[in-house]
Structure formats: structure tokens, C-alpha cells
């Protein structure tokens, strides 16, 4: 179908984005998950910002121990990035698997935590990194944890004049790897397991186990109180309880967040 | 709204006037008449409207055409020249790498977004580029490895 009428703006800069977000334009990154939306009117913003061009939201350096992305990178060049590789595998794991190549072409990690998918990848990859994000508006620049991003089914605790800028992420999380289940190469995680293995310990998230990435806090304080691997991952559903559908039942799910948590762990210590 | 766009398809630019919400799919289909570019869902599944933007392959049905002004296009009807099918036609007709042919002008862009950047891509770079193109009817045997051939004779030349 086609999108209803809307009117499309380009910004050149931060400033006319932020502008254009604040006049009620619906901020337009790689469009992976909006333009959809837009096609099948599920979405029908009145008007559009595209920040694909404004070069101070693309690009990846390390900023002491942090790498800096930029909210319009593409999930291919962190894929590719080695920084990222190194430092937080887990993230570029994850962003060489959304989609298929030409999606990753286009979608940006900025993008993807935006939108807030409940089966998205990249959140619960840099949930279990430990990333945030900055993101500036009229009241200025603030950081915000991942976790405390994404609060519901495609709902952020941004505020309404608010751009995602620039994700964070550790550099402390190169031991780390990330898990998926699906049926089809492009389809959408049923569940998908990021675990990082780092100087604090274990930290573990999940996608499609709710209406946000979730952290497996029972899979964590088995492995760091010093359990076994057996223990942490009969504990790794606990307090979860995703929603039976046609990709399967709540106990299916809760099996397979136990068997992709053990396969990212594996994958995570063997780096 | 209207804006003017020009975009350069298959080395020609084409000034023209768009509601700013058109697809560029629908641009290219409608008001170039380039129907080789195929739309085959609504959903960004299945790979059929396929084209290259600036040398990277994306979904013309996930893009506005406004988005594309000021750039380089290339469709399935660029591929050919003068007559001569491109390497990547070829191979797919010698190896049977189509069936009905609806997918077959996405198939082949994105067969190109990978090998024409790493010709000597593996089996599994190849099929890895081809994820985002759904046929119903080769089983994808044939189609990798028409690629596979395409690639080899590209390289050569």
C-alpha cells in the first residue's frame, strides 16, 4: 500500500532535526520498521523527519571505556566494526543477524531501540552489555541506561521532543556472545539470549520474553554466586513468563531462553 | 505534498515531480515505467522490489523516492547493455536459477550487492546476501549456484 499523505523533511543537522521533532515530525532513521508501519497504515505520522542526513548521528570511536555510535549507524557497520567486535561481540553479533543484508544496509542501531520491538535483537544485545544511550531534547542532553529505555510493547521513556544520539557501549564486554531462535533467515527472534561475561560478573537479557528486553537475573546469580552452569540454567525463565502464540507455547519459550542462554554462555567463555 | 526529485536511474536522471509519500518502487514502476522491479508483499519480506541505491542494495518498497534525489539507482533493466545480457543473466539462465521469475530482478540485485564488492565470496557469503529473497520455486539450488558462476565469470573479465 502506500503511506498516507505526509510531509517529508530532510535535516542537515541535529538542531533542524531536533526542531522538526519538536514541531510533531515523526523522526524517520533507516525506516526498516517505519516505512513498513507507514505502507500497512499502521502508522501515519502527518509528517516526517529523515536524519540519514546529519553526519553527527553516524559513525563509531572509542571514548575511554566506552565506544561511541552514533544512533544512524547501521547494523552493518557495526557488524563490521572492529572495535566493536572486540570490545562487545554481543552487539555485533546481534546486528549481523536482524534482517537480511539489504535490512542491515539500512536499519541503524538507534533505529532499532527507537522503535522498541519486543522481538528486536539489538536492545537485549546491548541490555546484556550493559550500553545506554544519550539522547537530546529541548530540556537538553541526558544518558539513560538500556534498561530503564525501552518500557513496554514499542514504548521508550524518551520524551516526545527527544532524539536518541549516540549508544554507549562498554568496552569490558569483548567476552560476550549472542543466541537466537527462528524459523526463517529474516524472521524476527521467537527468543533471542545476549550474555556478557565481564569484571562484575554475568550479565544475561532476553528478547521476546515480554513487552521488553528483560534481564535473566535468575541465570545471573547462579553463575555469579558461584554455581554451576546447570543450576543457572534451569533458573533462566524465572520470573518470566513470555505469551504462547503461534511461534509457541509459554513453556516452550521458557525452554528455548534456557537453551539459547547456554549456547551464548558457551560461545561467550570460548572468546 | 509535491516535491521535485531528480534521480539518476541506470546512468540517466529523470526529473520529476512526487507526492512526497510515494514509494520509490512506485516511482520507479509508474512514473519511469521500469516494471522490472517487482512488488511482491507489503511487508519487506520478500526481496522482489530489490534495487541499488548508490551501489548498496535496498528495498524500494521501504524507501520514499524524495529519499533517492540526488542519487544513483540501479534497477534490473541496467543490468543488460546493448544488447548483451550481464554475466549475472546469463548464469541464471544456464543454470536454471528461476522458475516463474517474479523474484528473479531482486535475486539478482542482491546476488550483485554481494559479489560485485567480494567476488570471491564463499557459498555461504552468497547465500547469506540472498536471505532477504524469497522464491517459491527453484529451492534455491540452482539460484546459488548461478551466482556462484556469475561471480566467476565476472571476476575473469
Known amino acids: ?271 | 505534498m509535491g516535491q521535485t526529485i531528480t534521480v539518476t536511474v541506470n546512468g540517466t536522471a529523470h526529473t520529476a515531480e512526487v507526492e512526497q509519500r510515494t514509494l520509490l518502487v512506485h516511482f520507479l514502476r509508474e512514473a519511469l515505467n521500469l516494471t522490472g522491479t517487482h512488488i511482491g508483499c507489503d511487508t519487506s519480506t520478500c526481496g522482489c522490489c530489490t534495487v541499488h541505491l548508490d551501489g548498496e542494495t535496498v528495498l524500494s518498497c521501504s524507501l520514499l523516492a524524495v529519499q533517492a534525489d540526488g542519487h544513483a539507482v540501479r534497477t534490473v533493466e541496467g543490468l543488460e547493455q546493448n544488447g548483451e545480457l550481464h554475466p549475472i543473466q546469463k548464469a541464471f539462465h544456464e543454470n536454471h536459477g528461476l522458475q516463474c521469475g517474479f523474484c528473479t530482478p531482486g535475486m539478482m540485485m542482491s546476488a550483485l550487492g554481494v559479489i560485485e564488492q567480494h567476488p570471491d565470496a564463499s557459498d555461504d557469503e552468497i547465500r547469506e546476501a540472498l536471505e532477504g529473497n524469497l522464491c517459491r520455486g527453484t529451492g534455491y539450488q540452482n539460484l546459488g549456484a548461478g551466482v556462484r558462476s556469475a561471480a566467476v565469470e565476472m571476476a575473469r573479465n
Open chain 1, 1 to 271: 500500500m502506500i503511506p498516507s499523505t505526509l510531509e517529508y523533511t530532510k535535516a542537515t543537522s541535529l538542531d533542524e532535526a531536533l526542531a522538526a521533532v519538536k514541531a510533531g515530525a515523526r523522526p524517520l532513521a533507516g525506516g526498516m520498521s517505519l516505512m513498513p508501519m507507514m505502507r500497512l497504515r499502521l502508522a501515519a505520522p502527518g509528517a516526517v523527519v529523515d536524519l540519514g542526513g546529519v553526519p553527527e548521528l553516524v559513525g563509531i570511536c572509542e571514548d575511554g571505556d566506552e565506544i561511541a555510535v552514533g544512533a544512524m549507524t547501521t547494523h552493518r557497520s557495526v557488524a563490521n566494526d572492529p572495535l566493536i567486535r572486540e570490545h562487545c561481540h554481543v552487539v555485533a553479533q546481534a546486528a549481523a543477524g536482524v534482517g537480511s543484508m539489504t535490512i542491515r544496509n539500512r536499519g541503524t542501531i538507534g533505529g532499532s531501540l527507537a522503535h522498541a520491538d519486543p522481538h528486536g535483537d539489538l536492545p537485549a544485545a546491548i541490555l546484556a552489555a550493559g550500553g545506554a544511550v544519550i539522547v537530546r531534547g529541548s530540556g537538553g542532553e541526558r544518558r539513560i541506561d538500556v534498561g530503564d529505555l525501552i518500557t513496554s510493547y514499542l514504548t521508550t521513556s524518551l520524551a516526545e521532543d527527544e532524539l536518541i544520539t549516540q549508544v554507549r557501549l562498554p568496552k569490558g564486554a569483548g567476552q560476550s556472545a549472542y543466541a537466537k531462535f527462528h524459523r526463517r533467515a529474516i524472521d524476527w527472534s521467537i527468543i533471542g539470549v545476549g550474555v556478557s561475561i565481564g569484571a562484575d560478573g554475568v550479565r544475561a537479557a532476553a528478547t521476546g520474553v515480554g513487552d521488553h528486553p528483560t534481564r535473566l537475573t535468575g541465570f545471573e546469580s547462579v553463575l555469579n554466586a558461584g554455581g554451576s552452569l546447570e543450576d543457572a540454567i534451569a533458573k533462566a525463565g524465572e520470573g518470566l513468563s513470555p505469551l504462547g502464540d503461534l511461534d509457541g507455547s509459554t513453556e516452550y519459550k521458557l525452554h528455548l531462553v534456557g537453551v539459547l542462554a547456554a549456547q551464548a554462555h558457551a560461545e561467550a567463555s570460548s572468546r
